[in-house]
Structures are given as C-alpha cells and as structure tokens.
C-alpha cells in the first residue's frame, strides 16, 4: 500500500529528530586517517565512500541578495550560494580522498535570480543576432566543482527548451531526468541515469548508478513550453523501470535524485495522474535503491528513512533545503562478499556552510558576470510618489498589489478580440513577498524584480460568476477560522492547509468580503460588479499568470477555462516597462481598495 500522504509539521518534526540522531552518532568524515589507511590496503575487505547533495540551488552563486543589492540576511541566520557550499566540498574531498566522493544535485538550477533572468533574457546563453552567448554561471560554478550529474528540476523549463539545452552543452556532467520524455517517441528526452566508479586498490569498482527523475509537475506548470514536445509520467512508473535496469548492469548502489518532495502530496490535486512529491513512494514502492537526493519542496530533511513494502530494506532519504543553505552528505559502508561489494550502513546528515568562506576560484570566475547583474538591477526606470510596501499584503487590499493587477489588465486588454473586450475584465495576483517594498523616488529594476519574483507569462482566461465565485472560496482557504468576537492575529492567520502565500490569489476589478468566521467554502461574501452582484452565467476575463493558469496550486476551473489571451512576455518585464513608460508610478493611477477581511460583516482592519 502507498504512504498516505503525512501531516507536514510532524514530517518536518520526525525528520529533524533523525538527523539530530545522525549527528550525534558521528560520521564517516570523522573517521581516523588510521582507519582510512587501512581501507587502502592491497586487498580490502571494506570500504567507504561519500555522495554529496545539494538541490534547488535556483542560480544562486554567491552570498547576496539581487533584490535588496546586499549581502543574504534572514533570521535563521542562513548564507546562500554554491560558492560557499563549494568550500564545504572542498572540505569534504580532503578529509575523505577524493575517490571517496561524489557530488550530485538535485534540480532547479537556472531560474529562481536575477542573475539567472539575466543570462537566459538580457544576454541570453542562446546568442543573440547570430553571436554566440554567454556561458551561464551556474555552468561555470557547477563544472568548477566538478558535479557528476544532476536532475532536472521544473524549473529548468521556464525558460524554454532551447535554454535548458544550450545549459545542457554547457555543463559537464549529465542533466539527468529518467521521466522527461519526448512527446513523440516516449524515448527519454535526457539522459536517464549515469553509472560512476569508485576505484578501490587490490579489489573490484563500485559502481554507483545515479538515477534522475524529475516532476510530472512540469507538463502543468510549463505546459507552453513542453506540450507536444515532452511528456513527463510518474516517479514510481519510471523508477520501476530503470532501477532493475542499474542493477541489472552491476551496480552496488543505487543512488537516486529525485525532483520531487517526500510527503506524498500533489499543489495540483487530481489534475495529473502522477503525485508531485513522490520521493517517499518510489522509495516505498520501488525494491533495490539504496538512497534518495531529495528536491522541490525548500524544506531542510537532514535523514529520513523508508522502509521498502517488498524487501523490508530502509532507504535512506536526505534534503538540503534550497538556495546552498545546507549540503547533503550521504556516507556508505561496503563489505565484499564473494567478489561483490554489498552495502553495510548508510547515514545521511546536512550540512550549514554559513561559517565557511566564498570558494576564491569561484569568486574569480564569476564576479565580473555577478558585477554585470549588480549594475542591471540597479538601472532606475523611473520614480514612484510613496513608498508602497507588501508587508501587509496578505491580509490588505494594498496599492503595491493593485500595480501588478493594473499592469495585467492593461495587458490583457490590449490584446483581446472585438467581442472578448466586450465582457468584464478581471485580474488574479498572488502577494510573493511580504518584504517586498518600493520605495518612494528612485524605481530600479530590483525594486520591481523583488515584488514580482517568478518569472511568470500573462493569459487571460474566461470564468462565469458562479466559476469566479468558487475560484475565490478555495483561495480563502488560506486563512484560519477567526470567530466573531475573537482578536485577529496576523502571526497565525495566513497559511491555513499549507497554502503558502504564492498560492494565495486576491482579485482586482470586481468587490469582495472574505469572511474569516465562516467554514471554508463560505467565506466570499457580496461579490459584485460595478455595484451589481455578478451572476452565476456572468462572464469574465481573467487576468492570469501562466502558472495559475495551468493548473498551479490546483485552482478550480481555470486549466480548462478558455483562452482569450496569452503571451511569452513575463509580468516583471511589463511591470517594468509600465513604469519606464509612465516615467511615474503613482497609487492614483491604480490603487483601489476592492476587497477585506471581516469577521461575521464586521470589517478585521
């Protein structure tokens, strides 16, 4: 039987305390430089050797925040960036030889910074005009601390299939994704899997299969780049088919990197037939891995074990986090019996590279690229009248979320046909960052770039009232039940069913109450229209993002709603040129206070 999707607090809980366990039980990197001679006798009978992980690096190189032009600072106290984490590398080779270890990621690699936006849009690694591109910096980083391959994460397709490819060239290991297919042929688009050799003096290679899946997500979240192009099947369907496969080829270990959580759980409900985070039940459900590299979901999971359904043997499960916050280390033990190497122990630990300095090779490599960025990010493209902030944004109609809504209608306006710019037109926003904040004077590129994070297409679908009416309900399912007459606190409102804040849709262009009081399903009180209450068989356009558009956070009706508009252009980019444009923001343009919270009718703030 499959894992039942757990409870995410008592996850994160039970994983902590094993990796605390792991911790005090020490590691293979502590081993005595004794004991590692005599693993390098002339006939061995044990030996050790390394897998380092890391995941959802989302082109961050160095320590330093694009949106803010400073060093990362967050109140856990993180650092971010493969040049810091490649000092933990480093570290980890010494002590343990470097034929002792190997280094694997786990997805998401070329999007998530304005450093990535940089290299795949203002001077793109395609090539521009029949000049050859740039390398991309997270190529140069990665092939610098010498990767043996690595998964592809969805948002390696953000981009497009051409960027990933020319990303592909670029990198000197092998992006490896076993259930990235080609539409046509249902023949693996990239490489399924590679097989490493751990050479060990006086005695047979272990040979380590390395196997990359990736996240079905994709043909939802990207469905403008891969449909018709690629499919993408489920984790289990495909590990099925390629683990017999590695061990069918010799290997001892079977190491897989998975883009995909460990929870059981699907953002997309029933919309695909394959689960999201399904780490945990190719672990459970697949016999023969020995360990996974985890990805997808930014939680840290130092180790956490699965116990196989059909062979009883525990498959040791590891998450570093995101962003270089932590490194993975997994340590295995091998035994030869009868010519063949068999595993003994496994653990798994993360790592903090906080307290370690920037790797000087890195640093030398890319900080002409990084001062390129720096200096884009910091062009002004205009002023604004008032500081506009988002850190009420997720409880308050504020002005900084009517600049995307005004920045989307227009858009979506000026595109439509005779007979859809008839009907009423609508947007949909999600608030992305509490900290984002455009200040009063000077507007730069970052000030924008950190209210507007993904790198997001516009569409305008077609909803009817009664559709519109239930596309706000499940949005309000993100707050908590507040009683009337019972205090509201921000700290604990926000985040109900874990949905997350870049879930959470507010709309502009008609009126709403979102009555915390009532159950879910509700809670959306006198929505009108220009003072009307809309009607069930009203229909509206829809200001969309590409995300939400195609199924993300598993919205109803919008996948299947029509089409009355679409474009490849990102809302940061209009947003951008809105304002470079307008010369001006100002609120008056825009700002209209169109929804609230209340408690039984009566009005939170």
Request: net charge negative; with cysteine.
């Amino acid at each position: 039987m499959p894992l039942s999707p757990m409870n995410r607090r008592e996850f994160v809980k039970k994983s902590a305390a094993t990796g605390a366990a792991v911790a005090a039980a020490g590691t293979v990197a502590a081993a005595p430089a004794q004991a590692a001679e005599q693993k390098r006798d002339c006939h061995p009978r044990t030996w050790s050797f390394s897998i380092l992980g890391t995941t959802d690096l989302h082109s961050h190189v160095f320590d330093w925040d694009y949106y803010k032009d400073a060093p990362y600072t967050d109140k856990a106290g993180n650092s971010v960036g493969v040049a810091r984490v490649a000092t933990l590398i480093k570290q980890q080779r010494e002590a343990k030889g470097e034929d002792h270890v190997l280094l694997v990621d786990a997805g998401d690699i070329i999007q998530g910074t304005s450093l990535a936006y940089y290299f795949a849009r203002v001077d793109p690694i395609t090539g521009t005009d029949g000049k050859k591109g740039p390398k991309h910096p997270m190529a140069v980083a990665m092939n610098h601390m010498r990767y043996d391959a690595a998964a592809l994460g969805n948002h390696e397709f953000n981009y497009g299939i051409d960027v990933l490819r020319k990303f592909e060239q670029q990198c000197h290991f092998p992006l490896l994704g076993a259930n990235a297919l080609d539409a046509k042929t249902l023949r693996p688009a990239f490489q399924p899997y590679t097989v490493k050799r751990i050479r060990v003096p006086g005695a047979p290679d272990i040979k380590v299969g390395i196997l990359g899946l990736t996240n079905p997500g994709i043909a939802l979240w990207d469905k403008d780049n891969v449909s018709g192009k690629m499919v993408f099947p489920g984790l289990v369907e495909q590990a099925k088919k390629y683990v017999p496969r590695l061990r069918a080829l010799g290997c001892d270990v079977v190491f897989l990197t998975d883009h995909s959580g460990m929870d059981g759980s699907s953002s997309y409900g029933d919309s695909l037939p394959y689960v999201e985070n399904a780490s945990n039940l190719v672990a459970e459900q697949v016999p023969g891995i020995d360990a996974i590299l985890v990805g997808h979901t930014h939680v840290e999971v130092p180790s956490y074990t699965v116990k196989n359904a059909e062979t009883g043997e525990e498959v040791l499960l590891s998450e570093p986090y995101c962003w270089g916050y932590r490194l993975s280390v997994f340590d295995f033990e091998l035994e030869l019996h009868h010519g063949q190497w068999k595993v003994t122990s496994k653990k798994a630990q993360t790592l903090n590279p906080k307290d370690v300095a920037e790797d000087p090779e890195i640093k030398q490599l890319l900080e002409a690229d990084h001062e390129l960025v720096v200096k884009y990010v910091n062009t002004a493209v205009g002023t604004c009248t008032q500081d506009l902030s988002a850190a009420d944004s997720c409880w308050k109609d504020v002005p900084i979320m009517d600049f995307i809504h005004k920045v989307q209608m227009e858009s979506v306006k000026a595109g439509l046909s005779t007979s859809d710019a008839a009907l009423p037109l609508i947007s949909m926003a999600a608030p992305f960052s509490r900290t984002a904040d455009i200040p009063k004077g000077n507007v730069t590129i970052k000030d924008i770039a950190g209210l507007y994070i993904y790198d997001n297409t516009l569409y305008g679908r077609k909803l009817t009232g009664a559709q519109l009416k239930d596309y706000l309900e499940y949005a309000a399912k993100y707050y908590h039940q507040v009683p009337a007459g019972t205090k509201v606190d921000t700290s604990t409102l926000t985040n109900a069913n874990s949905f997350w804040d870049y879930m959470y849709d507010t709309a502009a262009g008609v009126d709403y109450e979102i009555d915390i009081a009532q159950a879910e399903g509700s809670r959306i009180k006198n929505l009108t229209y220009n003072g009307a209450p809309v009607a069930d068989d009203q229909v509206f356009v829809v200001a969309v993002n590409n995300y939400r558009a195609n199924g993300g956070s598993g919205y109803p009706h919008i996948a299947s709603a029509p089409v009355a508009y679409s474009s490849t252009n990102e809302i940061r980019q209009l947003m951008i040129d809105y304002v470079t444009a307008k010369k001006t923001l100002d609120p008056a343009d825009f700002a209209v206070t169109n929804w609230k919270l209340t408690q039984a009718g009566t009005p939170v703030f």
